[in-house]
């Protein structure tokens, strides 16, 4: 029996070797990247990457940038700004350079103005400055102050800025009325200088309790730099 359906057509060559069309999807270009001072690209200034590696960079480079950083605090710190409020913006960058180099300044010019012992000078100092950075951040953290302990420990060092200043006037001005001025006004800056960030860290009702230990561990050293002849 013959079917009447015309027969099917032979299938084309040309439709079966034929490839779907292909899109090209365009590529992503990454941002150019940025040049630091020195004319070296910076990757991690455009947002890819991590920080550029400072173990090969030349020790000038690294003294350069301590000593940079060292300089910038002093001033969020010591100096009037508009940072002296927000204690998490001023020192939002610390280091401890800067803190060590004004606690031994500090215990050498205590030194050098003692006639005798002057090792023995030098050690007390250093250890009451150091001692006493220590416990009084340990102080406003127990208080519930909101600090970071590294940070408190900057804090207190640069303020200690004015006094070094002081000891170097009373070591090469041997006398006393001049010892208390310049004593006075060196203990007043440094007293002025760590209130807005000590006070801010804890609560209002515990401020005394958070400044009068650092006004007391200062006035010691003032007195020793009087005392010391």
């Known amino acids: 029996m013959q079917s009447n359906l015309p027969p ?14 292909s899109v090209s999807v365009p590529i992503p270009v990454a941002p150019p990247l940025s040049s630091s001072g020195d004319g070296r690209p910076s990757i991690a200034s455009a947002g890819f990457g991590s920080l550029p590696n ?23 710190v010591v100096f009037p700004n508009p940072f002296r409020e927000d204690p998490g913006k001023a020192l939002r ?24 012992k ?7 100092a250093f250890a009451l400055l150091a001692a006493g950075a220590v416990i009084l951040t340990l102080n406003v953290l127990l208080l519930g102050g909101h600090i970071i302990f590294f ?4 804090l207190l060092g640069y303020c200690l800025f004015p006094l070094d200043i002081g000891a170097l006037i009373c070591m090469l001005k041997d006398n006393v009325i001049v010892k208390l001025v ?15 960030f000590m006070s801010s860290a804890v609560n209002p009702r515990r401020k005394a309790l958070a400044l009068y230990p650092v006004f007391l561990m200062y006035v010691s050293v003032g ?3 009087i005392a010391i002849d």
């Open 8 to 21: 099917l057509p032979p299938p084309s060559s040309t439709t079966s070797n034929q490839k779907p069309p």
């Open 93 to 116: 960058d610390w280091d401890l350079w800067g803190p060590f180099f004004f606690i031994v300044f500090l215990g050498l010019t205590l030194s050098w103005s003692a006639s005798v």
């Open 223 to 225: 007195f020793l730099i």
């Open 151 to 154: 940070q408190s420990l900057s």
């Open 182 to 196: 310049v004593v006075c006004v060196a203990l007043a800056w440094s007293s002025w200088a760590a209130y807005p």
């Open 54 to 76: 400072t173990l090969t960079e030349p020790v000038w480079d690294t003294v350069k940038r301590d000593l940079s950083r060292i300089v910038s605090n002093l001033k969020l």
């Open 118 to 124: 002057k090792s023995e000078v030098f050690a007390v």
